[in-house]
Every structure is written in C-alpha cells, then in structure tokens.
C-alpha cells in the first residue's frame, strides 16, 4: 500500500481547493481540484489542471468522494 503525501494546498476559495500530491517513494505527482468536498478532479499534469479551468476540458478521472479518490491513486500509482 502506498502513502499518499500532501505537498501543497491552494486555495481558490474556502472551499475550494487545488491539491498538490504525490506517493511516498515515487516522483509522480497528482493535482486534484476539490469542488466543496463533493466531487474531486484528479490531474496527472499541471496542463491538464490549466485546461481545465482555461477551457473547460475536464480530466480523465473524476470521483464523488475522497475515499474514492485515495483508492484510485494507491491502486494506479503509474498513470
């Protein structure tokens, strides 16, 4: 089981935020748009997470809670 690791936590607003993460041992990093606590954005790439807000493109992985935002990552560390 991997270790997920918070690197850095913007604020866009008090409840919403942009995560940086990455897993214990690895380089890879994951960037996760939190809208209000209810519906989660993973990003692979920062260019992905600039899409997203410049042009409304939305990401390849989307998830309606935490855990299963935690679940998906430790499962799929290599994406």
């Known amino acids: 089981m991997k270790t997920i690791n918070n690197c850095l936590v913007d604020y866009i607003t008090a409840c919403r935020t942009i995560e940086t993460i990455n897993l214990k041992n690895t380089d890879k ?42 679940s998906f990552i430790e499962a799929n560390a290599e994406i």
């Open 29 to 70: 990093l994951f960037y996760v748009y939190n809208y209000e606590g209810n519906h989660f954005r993973l990003f692979t790439d920062v260019l992905g997470l600039v899409k997203f807000f410049e042009f409304g493109l939305e990401p390849k992985y989307s998830f309606l809670t935490e855990g299963e935002l935690e």
